[in-house]
């Protein structure tokens, strides 16, 4: 059983930074490619980054390029979001995800097979 676990979440003013991290547990993390997604309420949960399992290939949607960057370590079995810039409309859930195949950020939830409880990001203005 895999099993991600997200911290690193909080509340910060727009501008600042946050990164969080994501540690998994359970089977060989190194042959997973991961993602983070986010979520507010009323709306769909969406893909922000992605990234393969050597860590060699990143993705990202439009509105955080520049801004965030994913990484991973495995000797760790962690990945990392370090968002920087933060802006109110980053205010969301934020998962962590493991799935087979890297697909970038066209991937959706179902491409992916684990994920983890979230942790809340609140940007306030």
Known sequence: QVQPVESGGGLVQAGDS?????VIS??????????????????DREIVAAIDWSGGRTDY???VKGRFTMSRDNSKNTVYLQMNSLKPEDTAVYFCAAGSVYF?????????DYWGQ??????SS
């Open 104 to 112: 970038g950020v066209s991937a959706s939830m179902t491409q992916y």
């Open 18 to 22: 946050l990164r969080l991290s994501c």
């Open 118 to 123: 979230g942790t809340q990001v609140t940007v």
């Open 61 to 63: 949607v439009d509105s």
């Open 26 to 43: 359970g089977r060989t993390f190194a042959g997973y490619a991961m993602a983070w997604f986010r979520q507010v309420p009323g709306r």
